[in-house]
């Protein structure tokens, strides 16, 4: 069974930083490409980055880019996002999605639980 | 302001037919990449119900049909059933953007 365990969410204040992480059990981690998506409170899906299997066709929103880094660990089958210059925009439910190909192009079929980014003064 | 543009809300009786559209453009459903559907319930995570425009993961009733025309997609609900009150979203992938998107959501009640 699929399972992907966030962790790292937590209030920040703006302008400061925060790493997420993404633990995968269940399928063959470094076969899949891993996806960030986050939702505020109360509002719709928004992707926010991308890696595929071997850490190449990485992507990310206009929303994030210069701010967001993602990158993965295939050893440990963990995915990470460095979220720099934290705004209050930023602050959502953050899912890890896996995707159904090596990158992301047929869709995400295993989601995590969620970890929640509160970013206030 | 999504890329993909869904009804924000769409109803119907127990046992009848709801269908929810998602408009793209040129440079995503209509450049050829598959749209997906997902399903998300109060509070819990979304789920993939459609891919490659109208194929269902194992486990998903045949009730839920998606389809791909141009630059639009939706999904059909046929027999709606109480439990199938949720967000419903579309993706793909948007080649200006170079990343992948999600429509706006359509949040299906049953009457």
């Known amino acids: 069974e699929v399972q992907l365990v966030e962790s790292g969410g937590n209030l920040v204040q703006p302008g400061r930083s925060l790493r997420l992480s993404c633990a995968a059990s269940?399928?063959?981690?470094?076969?899949?490409?891993i996806h960030w998506v986050r939702q505020a409170p109360g509002k719709g899906l928004e992707w926010v980055s991308g890696?595929?299997?071997?850490?190449?066709?990485?992507a990310y929103a206009d929303s994030v880019k210069g701010r967001f880094t993602i990158s993965r660990d295939n050893a440990k089958n963990s995915v990470y996002l460095q979220m720099n210059s934290l705004r209050v925009e930023d602050m959502a439910f953050y899912y890890c999605?896996?995707?159904?190909?090596?990158?992301?192009?047929?869709?995400?079929?295993?989601w995590g639980r969620g970890t929640l980014v509160t970013v206030s003064s | 302001q999504s890329v993909l543009t869904q009804p924000p809300s769409v109803s119907g009786a127990p046992g009848q037919r709801v269908t929810i559209s998602c408009t793209g453009s040129?440079?995503?459903?209509?450049?050829?990449?598959?749209v997906f559907w997902y399903q998300q319930l109060p509070g819990t995570a979304p789920k993939l119900l459609s891919y490659?425009?109208?194929n269902r993961p194992s486990g998903v009733p045949d009730r839920f049909r998606g389809s791909k025309s141009g630059t639009s997609a939706s999904l059909a609900i046929t027999e709606l059933q109480a439990e199938d009150e949720a967000d419903y979203y579309c993706?793909?992938?948007?080649?200006?953007?170079?990343?992948?998107?999600f429509g706006g959501g359509t949040k299906l009640t049953v009457l």
């Open positions: 490659g425009n109208f």
């Open positions: 890696i595929g299997w071997n850490s190449g066709n990485v």
């Open positions: 999605t896996k995707a159904r190909d090596s990158v992301g192009y047929s869709g995400f079929d295993g």
């Open positions: 269940g399928f063959i981690f470094d076969d899949y490409g």
């Open positions: 040129s440079s995503n459903i209509g450049t050829g990449y598959d």
């Open positions: 993706q793909t992938y948007d080649s200006s953007l170079s990343g992948w998107v």
